[in-house]
């Protein structure tokens, strides 16, 4: 996981898998974030996702103007389709890959 702030602006870039054990670094991310208005969040590199990963979108669109930016990988984009995640957040490049 990547992250830079220009004040108003913050990018992160996530990559691998996201489950309970990266709680915490998940958590972090949004203590930094505290000047952001807006969040681009690159999802294109994580291979795996939970309600951890979910619980920190839906918290974020909460406080943040958040920005998807994809392809989604398609366990997180069926993950995130049943659970109604997508329709909350503004979606960028989100065409699906292939079979995993």
């Keep these: 996981?990547?992250?830079?702030?220009?004040?108003?602006?913050?990018?992160?870039?996530?990559?691998?898998?996201?489950?309970?054990?990266?709680?915490?670094?998940?958590?972090?991310?949004?203590?930094?974030?505290?000047?952001?208005?807006?969040?681009?969040?690159?999802?294109?590199?994580?291979?795996?996702?939970?309600?951890?990963l979910l619980n920190l979108l839906l918290r974020m669109t909460d406080r943040f103007d958040v920005r998807l930016i994809g392809p989604l990988r398609p366990q997180l984009a069926k993950l995130m389709r049943l659970t109604g995640v997508l329709e909350r957040l503004r979606l960028c490049g989100l065409e699906e890959e292939g079979p995993a």
């Design 1 to 52: 996981m990547d992250t830079a702030c220009d004040g108003r602006l913050m990018v992160i870039r996530l990559s691998g898998e996201f489950d309970v054990e990266c709680e915490l670094d998940l958590e972090l991310v949004l203590e930094v974030a505290t000047s952001a208005v807006s969040v681009e969040l690159h999802v294109s590199e994580v291979r795996f996702a939970d309600s951890t």
